[in-house]
């Protein structure tokens, strides 16, 4: 089992920057990767920042350039450093897990911490 918390997030004016941080706990040694997630009312979770352990990551489109993960050496905390910010960004950050064990992948998120960008 895993937990994460995410901290960070807040308002913000458009073109400033921002940092949204994750803290795993419980089996942090089975991550196998970990990333950012935003997620709109009523809206499925899209994918924004993502690293594993094979070094590979990936950023959506709209992340390109501007936003950059980063993970600490335990693989026990991972944040998001989000600059010139826009209205558009504006979403709830989750932060997510994913362990692989068994053949199996599961899957743990954060309960969401909220990012708004003003005009």
């Known amino acids: 089992q895993v937990q994460l918390v995410e901290s960070g997030g807040g308002l913000v004016q458009a073109g400033e920057s921002l940092n949204v941080s994750c803290t795993a706990s419980?089996?942090?040694?089975?991550?196998?990767?970990m990333g950012w997630y935003r997620q709109a009312p009523g809206k499925e979770r899209e994918l924004v920042a993502e690293?594993?352990?094979?070094?590979?990551?990936n950023y959506a489109l709209s992340a390109e350039g501007r936003f950059t993960i980063s993970r600490d050496n335990a693989w026990d905390m991972w944040s998001l450093r989000m600059l010139s910010l826009k209205p558009e960004d504006t979403d709830i950050y989750c932060c997510?897990?994913?362990?692989?064990?068994?053949?199996?992948?599961?899957?743990?998120w954060g309960q969401g911490t909220q990012v708004t960008v003003s005009s």
């Open positions: 419980g089996s942090v040694t089975s991550i196998y990767a």
């Open positions: 997510h897990g994913r362990v692989i064990a068994d053949e199996a992948s599961y899957e743990y």
């Open positions: 690293t594993d352990r094979d070094g590979r990551t």
